[in-house]
Structure formats: C-alpha cells, structure tokens
Nanobody
Framework: QVMLVESGGGSVQSGGSLRLSCAAS????????MAWFRQAPGKEREGVAI???????RYADSVKGRFTISQDGSENTLYLQMNSLKPEDTAMYYC????????????????????WGQGTQVTVST
C-alpha cells in the first residue's frame, strides 16, 4: 500500500515558477516508478514527468526544458520544479506510483499506475 500526498500548488502569473511536492509512504524499494500527471477541465489526464528507481527521467514534450522531476535522498518525497509556466499548464496535478516493473515509457499509460494522490491545483494566469 502506498499513500501519496501532494502539496505546493497555487496561482502564479505566466512565466513564474512553482515546486510541487509529493510525500510517499512505505518503502521506496516498493516504488519502481514515480510520476506526475495533470488533468485540465474537459481534458484527459496526461503524463507530465516520470522517474524510475535508477533515476532515469522522461518528460512530456510540452514541458521539456521547463519542468524537472526529482526525488530526495530517501526517495520518500517526489518533486516537480516548474519554471516558465504558461496558462496551458493550468490543471490539477497528481502524483502517482507504480509498484511493479516499470519503464519510463509508462508515462504514456495512466492505467499502469495503481496509486494516486488527491491532487494539487496549479493555475497560471496571463
């Protein structure tokens, strides 16, 4: 069982920055991949960034060069540093974990992630 709690969302102007955090319970060894997803009103949930136990990362094309996913040394906190934010980044952001064999290409398949946080809202205004 993995519990995930996100924090750090808020409202920011275009071009600003935010850092999201996700506190994860349980052993880090049980979490093969950790990822951030987002869902805007009326749209499907989409993968934003993923990191596996080897530290390999993958990003959605829309956020490459602007967002950075990372974990703390204990791997119990996941971060998403978001810079140069745009209005189209406005969405509810969710932390997710996969506890079985995982490829960073799993970012493309929401259903592969069994554990989800409650989400944190990010709003970017012009």
């Amino acid at each position: 069982q993995v519990m995930l709690v996100e924090s750090g969302g808020g409202s920011v102007q275009s071009g600003g920055s935010l850092r999201l955090s996700c506190a994860a319970s349980g052993s880090a060894d049980s979490r093969y991949c950790m990822a951030w997803f987002r869902q805007a009103p009326g749209k499907e949930r989409e993968g934003v960034a993923i990191i596996n136990r080897d530290g390999i990362t993958r990003y959605a094309d829309s956020v490459k060069g602007r967002f950075t996913i990372s974990q703390d040394g204990s791997e119990n906190t996941l971060y998403l540093q978001m810079n140069s934010l745009k209005p189209e980044d406005t969405a509810m952001y969710y932390c997710a974990a996969r506890t079985t064999t995982c490829s960073v290409y799993s970012l493309a398949v929401t259903a592969l992630f069994r554990y989800w946080g409650q989400g944190t809202q990010v709003t970017v205004s012009t």
